[in-house]
């Protein structure tokens, strides 16, 4: 089985910062893609960055210029750097992998439990 568990949500100020991390572990033999998802009251979830095991990146609309994936391949770990908050951004952040498991020639998705994010005005 493979579990991720995300880290470092809270409450912040407009304008303030926060750095999210997410490490993966488990039957891993490699993992294709890891990005951050996002849920707010009332909302669908949507993507908020996401990056491909050689570095490529994709981010949400809304993020752009303000938040940062990267990821450390040798720890199977994802990072969400945000920068330039605003209340908009509060939601509950979740973290994705693509992930091939030892043993299995497939491809399967997983999610971590989510970490609240909510930035006061």
């Known amino acids: 089985q493979v579990q991720l568990v995300e880290s470092g949500g809270g409450l912040v100020q407009a304008g303030g910062s926060l750095r999210l991390s997410c490490v993966a572990s488990g039957s891993i033999f490699s993992i294709n893609t890891m990005g951050w998802y996002r849920q707010a009251p009332g909302k669908l979830r949507e993507l908020v960055a996401v990056m491909a095991s050689g570095g490529s990146t994709n981010y949400g609309d809304s993020v752009k210029g303000r938040f940062t994936i990267s990821r450390d391949n040798a720890k199977n770990t994802a990072y969400l750097q945000m920068d330039s908050l605003k209340p908009e951004d509060t939601a509950v952040y979740y973290c994705?992998?693509?992930?091939?498991?030892?043993?299995?020639?497939?491809?399967?998705?997983?999610w971590g439990q989510g970490t609240q994010v909510t930035v006061s005005s």
């Open positions: 994705n992998a693509a992930v091939v498991r030892i043993g299995l020639p497939i491809i399967s998705d997983y």
